[in-house]
């Protein structure tokens, strides 16, 4: 429960921030190369196998388990996604 409400007040704050979000957050248009990289809104993101991690529904997740068409909201630092939230 606690990784779900974190998750969840993660996703929240995001919302709130709006400009001082830097990632990216929408629909996934694409994902490359067992999910090391994916389009979300039309930007690009790196994902790490262990720095990124990865939620789908409120639940833990990999890299390779996002999919086109999911929305999803990823929290970029250094170039690299720190956490993907999707639902």
Do not use: H, Q
């Amino acid at each position: 429960i606690i990784s779900t409400l974190s998750t969840a007040a993660f996703a929240l704050s995001m919302i709130v921030a709006g400009s001082a979000f830097a990632g990216a957050s929408g629909k996934v248009d694409s994902v490359d190369n067992g999910g090391r990289a994916v389009t979300i809104a039309g930007k690009k993101v790196s994902l790490g196998n262990s720095s990124t991690k990865v939620t789908i529904g409120g639940k833990p997740a990999k890299r390779g388990d996002i999919k086109a068409g999911m929305n999803c909201t990823a929290d970029v630092d250094s170039g690299r996604a720190k956490m993907v939230v999707c639902n």
